[in-house]
């Protein structure tokens, strides 16, 4: 049976990170890979994290299974955090959650959720998207759109192309959205945007499908979340994604959460029970360290003010190595315009090389980006980024 299958090609990423631990280069810079560095190049385990990990252990007595829906503490405790405690919703008992492994069986969950409800949907993603969520959508059997979101040459979003398109889907489509910290291009939707999308949704009975890996890293943990929390005061249903694996910094450990947001708790009832089925038609139970973890954390008054300051800290540094990236690159190269890049928020931007020179600048200077030319701002430090800023000149010149 076997003998069949061909071999498939390496994942990009995956086959970025091979080719850059292999490189003998000591001036080898690694911008590929979309993790949180610190200014050593280490992906840190925060204190808040070891803190709370350690009190989950001495307190935990059996690690036997935990519900379908997994732990439900963790479950409210990211509601609060994600929707703000005082939102509209939770009086009007209109959001279940489930945890998932990771942001994307988070993404995954949901995608199957609309298949259920509606077989014949499409979900449409921007251009450019995450390369990941179009095997996590089409993976379910839903049909793949796109919708025009970024500009290239501005560095910015193309806010009436997007409105325009948007306009033009037949009712009751999914339209993915990224919360902040948009992955590849780091170009984020201000809030008055987010309010003008808002009777577009309405008008086009569309359901906003908004992932939110980042949450804390682009502006605040607060206003990142702005237009998930206009999104579910003003529309009917939403459904909402989200990853611990940048802001708590528990890659490995694989935790997510979905909220589905209903206009009437009975109906979130039933989505709920449609997704347990799932999960335990998939994987049956959830793993419940990491989420153990981020309870501990954001039930703990003093853990949680400890994980804000550090978060800040991750988000000050990402926001800092923009701004003297945009220096760097003003001096290497005057002739091209990069402040496009300081505007931005979050890890990533998209540095506006074309595949040939991707590939000279990681072969004749040993930097290492995806195709498109994404590079993830906090693999950037102070002894390289002006190396880096000059590898750039050296394509471009």
Known sequence: MFERLERVPDDPILGLMAAFRADPDPKKVDLGVGVFRDAKGDTPVLDSVRTAEKAVLERQTSKTYVAPAGNAAFNAAMEKLVFGAAHPVFTAERVRSIQGPGGCGALRLGAELVRLASPQATVHVSTPTWANHVPLMTGTGLKLGRYPYYEPAKGAINFGAMCHALEALPAGEVVLLHASCHNPTGADLSREQWQELVPIFRRR?????????????????????FGIRLFAAELPEVLVAVSCSKNFGLYRERVGVLHVVTEKPAVGIAALSHEVRVARSIYSMPPDHGAAIVNEILGNEALRAGWTRELAVMRERINGLRRQLVAQLREAFPARDFGFIAKQQGMFSLL????????????????????????????????????FARSVAHVLG
């Not at 009975?205 to 979340?225: C, F, K, R, V």
């Not at 506006?352 to 195709?371: C, F, N, P, S, W």
């Open 205 to 225: 009975n569309l359901l906003p499908y908004i992932d939110m890996a980042y949450q804390g890293l682009g502006t605040g943990q607060d206003e990142d979340a």
């Open 352 to 387: 506006g090389l074309d595949v040939e020179q991707v590939k000279r600048i990681r072969a004749e200077r040993h930097v290492y980006m995806t195709d498109d030319s994404r590079i993830n701002i906090a693999g950037l430090r102070e002894d390289n980024i002006e190396y």
